[in-house]
């Protein structure tokens, strides 16, 4: 496993953007799959965006694929989503996971091995 942080989030506007950084320890990042997935308040946990381990695949939820991109730089341990044009639908917590897979790039939340604390994503109408 590695250990994820998060962060970047805050207070918005509605068509606003924010960056959200995941910074990862260990050796061994470029072996794993990253995701971003987010859970407001009352709600499950739902899939945003997930990357590859070498950035070559990348899969959105319907809700962001338009408006959020998930990026890495394995060379710094760090994967970021950026996200543009908020709604305040996108209000929520963001979390950061990990699955240890140079082949799969899962989307749900039982897939990955490790997981942030969460930054939190708050955007006003």
């Known amino acids: 496993q590695v250990q994820l942080v998060e962060s970047g989030g805050g207070l918005v506007q509605a068509g606003g953007s924010l960056r959200l950084s995941c910074a990862a320890s260990g050796r061994t990042f470029s072996n794993y799959a990253m995701g971003w997935f987010r859970q407001a308040p009352g709600k499950e946990r739902e899939f945003v965006a997930v990357i590859s381990w070498n950035g070559g695949s990348t899969y959105y939820a319907d809700s962001v694929k338009v408006r959020f991109t998930i990026s890495r730089d394995n060379a710094k341990n760090t994967v970021y989503l950026q996200m543009n044009s908020l709604k305040p639908e996108d209000t929520a917590v963001y979390y950061c996971?990990?699955?240890?897979?140079?082949?799969?790039?899962?989307?749900?939340?039982?897939?990955?091995?490790?997981w942030g604390q969460g930054t939190q994503v708050t955007v006003s109408s």
């Open positions: 996971a990990a699955r240890l897979s140079r082949v799969l790039v899962p989307t749900t939340p039982t897939a990955f091995d490790s």
